[in-house]
């Protein structure tokens, strides 16, 4: 009996080493090269942004040096492009002796001494997708045990000349070579994405044992309508997603593109939102030493990264579509706060969409709101009317604290009097005065 017990005990640990390596208990935050900087590969002429050892020590020390990693921004991740043709006299992958001439080991140690991550790019066929050597079934304990010795923290596992057959080996296959190394590695595949990205074709739960995120939909492009298409995919399948996601498991509906060229102020902070509401990977990929204010601002903004990154985990889900192309949007967070999205559609002049918190389900008497992007607070009853006004393909993103009980303040100034609080400290704890 005792002996069952303990086979037991030990198939259920051995089951949880095996489903979840410790890593991105909360969203990964970053930075990607691929959006932004694709496959330029001409250093001659373009030595600024070609893909070049020189680009990702460049965007480090913005990380470090402009208030990026201490939000929580640390992954450095390379993306296509950066392998040499040819693999090593071992068999091993090795990177453009021209781009990176320290090798990706240097590239590894730049961003430790300075308190971040690199991550790299592989895929499970035989070519990359801008055709660069894969990494075929036959090669990947060999090519994992190449990223542990250059001490790389992440991995993104692509699809590309690769058979569904062959995926259904290659992801799982990977995920064992890579915990095999001993090295925490974290783990993004892209394999959903190949395959539609929704069940019965995608085993979401086999995916959440082996990954710690996953691409499920198309590739971003630097437009408002490849956000917006992203956007209508994963609300428009928000059931599957939601079930799927938490710590350590994450959908991926792909990288950051504010800061770039397609998306106005208002966009910006929509994607901002909506990643947020997402728990989405925060990988940003554009050009940290050029980014304007307003873009870091959004990016750098405390109050929508910590929603990002609740400890809770929990995805959000769209809560109201509005005929008037108003749509709400809502995620839990922990200690009974939570965050609410108003976000337009329309494409006319600033929408006055009037609400209470009661009609979004918010019926436990006052919440404390505070309004992410103008940092603005009230304390809002839930049966009072507002208006919230939201701008063409604009957000208005809050984040709503549990409720304020009425006793809960009573026993507040009782509590206050007991320990002969000073009236200075009342101020920072009462919610502010009623609309
Ligand atoms: C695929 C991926 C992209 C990027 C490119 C690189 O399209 O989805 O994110 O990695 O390959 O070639």
Redesign the pocket.
């Known amino acids: 009996m005792l002996s069952t017990v303990l086979v037991f005990v030990s198939t259920l640990m051995a089951a949880a080493v095996a489903l979840d390596n410790g890593l991105m208990r909360t969203p990964p935050m970053g930075w990607l090269a691929?959006e932004r900087f694709r496959?330029d590969i001409d250093c001659e002429h373009d030595p600024k942004n070609c893909i070049s050892e020189n680009l990702f020590t460049d965007m480090a020390d913005r990380l470090s040096e402009d208030g990026w990693r201490e939000l929580g921004y640390v992954y450095v991740n390379i993306?296509?492009?950066w392998a040499s043709m040819q693999r090593d006299q071992h068999g091993r992958l090795q990177p453009d002796p021209k781009r990176f001439p320290g090798g990706i080991r240097r590239l590894s140690r730049y961003m430790h001494n300075r308190g971040l991550k690199l991550g790299i790019?592989g895929d499970m066929g035989t070519h990359?997708?801008?055709g660069y050597p894969g990494t075929p079934l036959s090669k990947i304990e060999i090519d994992a045990q190449t990223f542990s010795d250059w001490e790389v923290d992440m991995l993104?596992f692509?699809g590309?000349y690769s058979n569904a057959t062959e995926q259904a080996q290659g992801y799982p296959q990977m995920s064992k070579a890579l915990n095999a190394t001993g090295r925490p590695i974290a783990y993004s595949c892209?394999w959903p994405?190949y395959q539609g990205g929704l069940p019965p074709k995608v085993n979401y739960s086999q995916l959440a044992e082996i990954c710690n995120l996953w691409?499920n939909y198309g590739?971003i492009q630097d437009s408002w309508d490849s956000v917006l298409n992203i956007v209508d995919w994963f609300f428009d399948n928000q059931e599957v997603l939601i079930a799927v996601a938490g710590p350590g498991r994450w959908n991926d509906p792909?990288m950051l593109i504010i800061g770039d060229f397609g998306l106005s102020m208002d966009q910006s902070r929509t994607q901002m939102a909506l990643w947020a509401i997402m728990a989405a990977p925060l990988f940003m990929s554009n050009d940290l030493r050029t980014i304007s204010g307003g873009a870091r601002s959004i990016l750098q903004n405390k109050m929508a990264v910590r929603i990002n990154q609740d400890p809770l985990g929990l995805q959000g889900r769209r809560i109201l579509k509005e005929e008037s192309g108003i749509e709400v949007f809502w995620r839990p967070l922990s200690n009974d706060a939570s965050a609410l999205v108003f976000f337009s559609r329309r494409t006319d002049m600033p929408y006055r969409y009037r609400t209470s918190l009661s009609k979004l389900n918010y019926t436990a008497g006052s919440y404390e709101v505070h309004d992410v992007f103008s940092e603005r607070s009230v304390t809002l009853k839930d049966s009072t009317g507002f208006v919230v006004s939201v701008n063409p393909t604009g957000v208005v993103m809050w984040y709503v604290s549990a409720p304020v009980k009425p006793n809960r303040l009573q026993e507040f100034f009782k509590d206050a009097r007991l320990r002969g609080a000073a009236r200075g400290d009342l101020a920072n704890v009462i919610p502010p005065v009623f609309l």
């Open positions: 691929w496959c993306d296509d492009c790019y990359t997708c801008g993104k692509d590309c892209s994405a691409r590739d792909d």
